[in-house]
């Protein structure tokens, strides 16, 4: 886990659970003074970021809610714009702007992104700000996608790859190689010939 992340993590009640169980020894060189790290995002994280169709996005409300959304889009939705700063387009939804208005209270937010497939996650933890510049959303905006509301420009904080313990194995269709779709295919194609037989049967008992 670099520094960068254990220093917001960490907090003093964090620190105690540590203790309590038994894991603080573990992390409290993390917390070394002169430790550095975790706060530029890598070729490494910028290419599994760069990756995703989606990810989880945290915001904290006025009165101290954490509010949970999930964000998505085609493959490199997700734009990395420099080791310190991401990016995407943020699309109409629902219409209720709760993480809007949350980051319009409080720009902290967290993201988590999992690769399913690999069981890979990554954490990031960061300070965004809501750009209605047409400039910048045009720069953001996917091809072919409807006209994006406003951007969210996020600047890193902190990021952290997750223990891959837990992250069950799912595959989407492209994932799988397509594996979905041929199967899909090869039922049409059995009903089909079923249809026919059937209807052949009926034509000879008449």
Same mark, same amino acid.
């Given at each position: 886990? %670099?520094?960068?992340?254990?220093?917001?993590?960490?907090?003093? #009640?964090?620190?105690? /659970?540590?203790?309590?169980?038994?894991?603080?020894? +573990?992390?409290?060189?993390?917390? /070394?003074?002169?430790?550095?790290?975790?706060?530029?995002?890598?070729?490494?994280?910028? #290419?599994?970021?760069? $990756?995703? +169709?989606?990810?989880? #996005? @945290?915001?904290?409300?006025?009165?101290?809610?954490?509010?949970?959304?999930?964000?998505?889009?085609?493959?490199?939705?997700?734009?990395?714009?420099?080791?310190?700063?991401?990016?995407?387009?943020?699309?109409?939804?629902?219409?209720?702007?709760?993480?809007?208005?949350?980051?319009?209270?409080?720009?902290?937010?967290?993201?988590?992104?999992? $690769?399913?497939?690999?069981?890979?996650?990554?954490?990031?933890?960061?300070?965004?700000?809501?750009? /209605?510049?047409?400039?910048?959303?045009?720069?953001?905006?996917?091809?072919?996608?409807? %006209?994006?509301?406003?951007?969210?420009?996020?600047?890193?904080? @902190?990021?952290?790859?997750?223990? %891959?313990?837990?992250?069950?194995?799912?595959?989407?269709?492209? /994932?799988?190689?397509?594996?979905?779709?041929?199967?899909?295919?090869?039922?049409?194609?059995?009903?089909?010939?079923?249809?026919?037989?059937?209807?052949?049967?009926?034509?000879?008992?008449?």
């Amino acid at each position: 886990m %670099p520094n960068a992340y254990a220093e917001i993590a960490f907090t003093a #009640q964090v620190r105690a /659970e540590q203790r309590r169980f038994g894991s603080d020894k +573990d992390y409290a060189r993390l917390l /070394e003074p002169g430790r550095s790290g975790g706060a530029e995002l890598t070729a490494r994280e910028a #290419q599994f970021l760069s $990756d995703r +169709d989606g990810l989880f #996005q @945290a915001t904290v409300s006025e009165t101290g809610w954490p509010y949970v959304q999930f964000r998505g889009g085609a493959p490199g939705f997700l734009q990395v714009i420099d080791p310190r700063t991401v990016a995407y387009a943020d699309y109409r939804g629902n219409r209720q702007y709760i993480s809007a208005g949350n980051l319009r209270h409080d720009g902290r937010l967290a993201i988590i992104a999992v $690769d399913y497939a690999r069981r890979k996650r990554l954490k990031l933890m960061g300070h965004a700000r809501i750009s /209605e510049d047409a400039d910048i959303i045009a720069l953001l905006n996917a091809p072919g996608s409807p %006209p994006a509301e406003r951007a969210i420009v996020i600047r890193v904080a @902190a990021f952290d790859w997750n223990c %891959p313990q837990h992250i069950p194995i799912r595959r989407t269709d492209s /994932e799988a190689g397509g594996e979905i779709a041929r199967l899909q295919a090869r039922i049409e194609t059995l009903e089909a010939e079923l249809r026919i037989r059937a209807a052949k049967s009926t034509e000879f008992r008449a």
